[in-house]
């Protein structure tokens, strides 16, 4: 199916109803029959489903990282004073701010292959995008570089698939059971708890990432900027003992605690 979400190009996401346009249709799909399940990126599913909806599943992650893709540079440091770089993601506008205030960033619509052709084009010296994308339409030969956590924050939910159904199909939920990867949803359902609490929508420039570490603990890390450069980029990070997504929930949430703490709003 194509989306509202697909066809409005000419405006920002965040003006023209948020990320919850590429989803509401096939829920809509689903509600009338015409679909059983419904696949979303996760990073666009609105925080909150709709009464009678869930996800059935988060299916293992992809490559969570943000990429740079351009023809003639090979790193964000090799970009010169005042190059044109494409992104419409304000959290990718608040981060690229704070590591390069020297570039112009412009916006960026459009699916892959367009955004690809526009850069092509010669609109663009650079684009930012989601490696993981890249990776599942066999495209990861344009990336140039994948952006380590630590230097450009993840979206809550970036490079997961989740899968959504109607509450009351119980046989899907538990046909649907196998595919699901449960630390990867427990992490991502952390990371989203982050967007919940901080009231997050794609309005909103907010990064929220977790990983697993050694000894099995989770760590989240989340990041806050304002887009007019008229407040600092916040960054937080907390961790936890997460065995359940009642404490992923509360883990996220205390981040959204601190990002507020440390003057996010």
């Given at each position: ?35 059983d ?20 599943c ?16 090979a ?82 939910g ?82 936890a ?25």
């Amino acid at each position: 199916m194509t989306t509202r979400g697909d066809q409005i190009l000419d405006k920002s996401l965040s003006k023209v109803g948020g990320k919850g346009l590429f989803v509401k249709e096939l829920e809509t799909a689903i509600e009338d029959g015409r679909a059983d399940i419904a696949v979303h990126s996760l990073k666009d599913v609105p925080m909150d489903l709709p009464e009678g909806f869930v996800l059935a599943c988060v299916l293992e992650r992809e490559d969570p990282r943000d990429a740079l893709v351009s023809p003639r540079y090979a790193s964000l440091d090799e970009l010169p004073q005042g190059a044109v770089v494409g992104t419409s993601s304000l959290r990718r506008v608040v981060l690229l701010k704070a590591r390069r205030p020297d570039v112009r960033i412009e916006p960026l619509r459009g699916n892959l292959d367009t955004r690809l052709r526009k850069l092509d084009e010669g609109q663009y010296d650079a684009i930012i995008l989601a490696a993981a994308g890249l990776k599942r339409l066999g495209l990861e030969d344009r990336i140039r570089v994948a952006f380590e956590p630590d230097d450009m924050l993840p979206a809550a939910g970036q490079g997961a698939l989740g899968i959504e159904v109607r509450a009351d199909r119980e046989d899907l939920i538990e046909l649907l059971a196998p595919l699901a990867h449960r630390g990867d949803w427990l992490s991502t359902a952390a990371e989203r708890a982050v967007s919940r609490a901080m009231g997050g929508s794609c309005s909103m420039p907010l990064a929220a990432h977790a990983r697993w570490q050694a000894d099995g603990v989770l760590r989240i890390d989340a990041a806050w900027g304002d887009p007019e450069g008229n407040a600092p980029l916040v960054r937080v990070h907390a961790q936890a003992d997460v065995g359940d997504f009642g404490r992923a929930d509360a883990l996220g949430e205390h981040a959204a605690a601190l990002l507020r703490d440390a003057g996010a709003h």
